[in-house]
């Protein structure tokens, strides 16, 4: 029992400064990177970057939900060390999240693009880069959505080197994609969203590829329980109100600002 209490606390330690040092190398480049690229987008389209892809995140708040639900229903079938039900979960996380990544996909090609064209204020001349913009930003959510079952295995597996290699990689990834909208001669803000998706689609295959050959239960299959679906449901039901709160209130100030003051003052937010 006391060599099982040290190892918890040696892996916990270990974690935690896994994590810091995830977090002081991301907050170190991003000082660098929001710099530069301010500089090179201009504010204008700076400030349309961030109240575009804003949009699209306000469809976002239920996968937040979700993926607390996910993460916690998979931490506890490991921790009761059922492999069976364990697939089955994960099985079941991702018929959700696939079914949640359609339903968004849906809001955000219709309402989402409505809102855009219609409400947004954005300069003349800039709403051909602000719809590929949007574009990418669905994608990448879209993405993101979909990988929530084995990003919450990996966490529940308490691999947070992985976790906080792969955050480096991103923020290496951020400093080249710096580099390449200073050089390359074209739409600044189109090469920025797309390179963006590009590297989300990247960090995304490589934790799948991951989880898929570490961790039996990330190996998809039919085998889906309508019972764990509705418990998953209602557990994250809970939480709903809450993510939405968080989401509106940072991602809905920015697009008000936006409606009424345009994409100079978005940034401020």
Same mark, same amino acid.
């Given at each position: 029992m006391s060599n099982q209490t040290s190892d918890n606390n040696k892996r916990i330690a270990k974690n935690t400064l896994l994590l810091y040092f995830r977090m002081l190398?991301?907050?170190?480049?991003?000082?660098?990177?929001?710099?530069?690229?301010?500089?090179?987008?201009?504010?204008?389209?700076?400030?349309?970057?961030?109240?575009?892809?804003?949009?699209?995140?306000?469809?976002?708040?239920?996968?937040?939900?979700? #993926?607390?639900g996910t993460q916690r229903f998979l931490t506890f079938e490991l921790g009761a060390n059922n492999k069976e039900k364990l697939h089955r979960v994960f099985n079941t996380a991702m018929a959700l999240h696939g079914l949640l990544a359609l339903v968004l996909f849906f809001l955000v090609e219709t309402i989402g693009l409505w809102f855009l064209y219609n409400k947004m204020n954005i300069e003349?001349?800039?709403?051909? #880069? #602000?719809?590929?913009?949007?574009?990418?930003?669905?994608?990448?959510?879209?993405?993101?959505?979909?990988?929530?079952?084995?990003?919450?295995?990996?966490?529940?597996?308490?691999?947070?080197?992985?976790? #906080?290699?792969?955050?480096?990689?991103?923020?290496?990834? =951020?400093?080249?994609?710096?580099?390449?909208?200073?050089?390359?001669?074209?739409? =600044?803000l189109i090469l920025y969203g797309f390179l963006f998706l590009i590297v989300n689609?990247?960090?995304?295959?490589?934790?799948?590829?991951?989880?898929?050959?570490?961790? $039996? $239960?990330?190996?998809?299959?039919?085998?889906?329980? =309508?019972?764990?679906?509705? $418990?998953?449901?209602?557990?994250?039901?809970?939480?709903?109100?809450?993510?939405?709160?968080?989401?509106f209130q940072g991602e809905g100030v920015n697009i008000l600002l936006n409606m009424f003051f345009g994409t100079y003052i978005t940034i401020t937010a």
């Open positions: 190398i991301t907050m170190l480049v991003s000082l660098y990177t929001s710099r530069v690229v301010l500089q090179t987008l201009g504010i204008s389209d700076y400030g349309l970057y961030n109240v575009v892809g804003g949009v699209v995140t306000m469809f976002t708040f239920i996968n937040g939900t979700l #993926a607390s003349p001349g800039r709403m051909d #880069a #602000a719809f590929w913009v949007f574009q990418f930003s669905c994608i990448t959510m879209l993405i993101n959505v979909i990988q929530v079952p084995y990003m919450s295995s990996l966490i529940s597996h308490e691999k947070m080197d992985i976790y #906080a290699y792969m955050s480096i990689f991103d923020v290496v990834m =951020k400093l080249l994609i710096v580099f390449l909208i200073q050089v390359v001669d074209y739409d =600044k689609c990247i960090s995304a295959l490589i934790y799948n590829i991951y989880c898929r050959r570490h961790y $039996e $239960e990330c190996k998809f299959s039919r085998d889906l329980d =309508k019972k764990i679906f509705k $418990e998953m449901m209602n557990f994250s039901g809970w939480n709903i109100f809450g993510c939405a709160s968080v989401t």
